[in-house]
Each structure stands twice: as structure tokens, then as C-alpha cells.
């Protein structure tokens, strides 16, 4: 999927990822989600990380746990405009892309707040 979307900016390590992903998991408040499957589309939800280890992180919302290996994954940490379709609103959000092994794609925001999105476009700036 890097290849398909070169502007998301330059890789980060997996180090740097993790020290990312911890911060976020101490301070023990929700994020949004975003998760792209090849099969599935984009569901969005928003969770709390409660376990980040070497390759994995554990996430818990109120209706949903997520659980994400990270083993091969590459990293990018930057801001990605969100929009829905009809256009109704756009914003940006800074966050971290992480391109699964599986061809799959996770974005997880450091807010928690994305607009409304039935169908949703994903443009990273």
C-alpha cells in the first residue's frame, strides 16, 4: 500500500512507533481508528490502547476490542485530511499510518474526533 500512497510522508521505526503508541496508551483516553481492509473497506471506531508490546497493541472500546499485530508493519507518523462523502465537512488529523503485513491499513488518531463518516474518503496531505 506504500507504494499506491507515497505522500504519506517518511517511515518512522518500529522503536518509535511503539514509544508513540505507549504514550498513548498511559494516558488512558480514547482515539480513533480507522481501519482500511482490502476486503472490507474502512470501518472507523474509537478505542483505548490497553496493552502495546513488541508486536502487537490491544484496544478497547465500548463496544468493540481490536487487536492488531504489528510484525512487519512499516510506520508513518503525519496528518491525513478526513472528508465525507457527500462533502459535508473536511478536517485533519495528525496521526500514525501503519501498514500492516496483510496489505491491510491502520490509521490511528491522536484525537478522538473524526467527522460522521457513512462513506468515507481517506486523503493522506
Not at 522503536?15 to 483516553?29: C, F, P, R, T, Y
Request: aromatic share 12%; glycine share 6%; proline share 5%.
Amino acid at each position: 500500500m506504500k507504494e499506491m500512497h507515497p505522500d504519506f510522508g517518511p517511515e518512522i521505526s518500529l522503536e518509535d512507533a511503539m514509544e508513540k503508541l505507549n504514550m498513548w496508551s498511559a494516558a488512558g483516553e480514547q482515539h480513533a481508528y480507522l481501519f482500511n481492509s482490502k476486503y472490507e473497506g474502512v470501518i472507523a471506531v474509537l478505542s483505548k490502547i490497553i496493552k502495546v508490546e513488541d508486536n502487537f497493541i490491544i484496544c478497547k472500546g465500548e463496544f468493540s476490542q481490536l487487536f492488531f499485530r504489528l510484525d512487519g508493519a512499516k510506520f508513518v507518523y503525519g496528518p491525513m485530511a478526513l472528508m465525507e462523502y457527500p462533502v459535508k465537512q473536511e478536517s485533519t488529523v495528525e496521526g500514525l499510518h501503519i501498514f500492516l503485513q496483510t496489505g491491510n491499513y491502520l490509521f490511528i488518531s491522536s484525537q478522538a474526533q473524526l467527522p460522521n463518516m457513512e462513506s468515507p474518503w481517506l486523503e493522506v496531505l
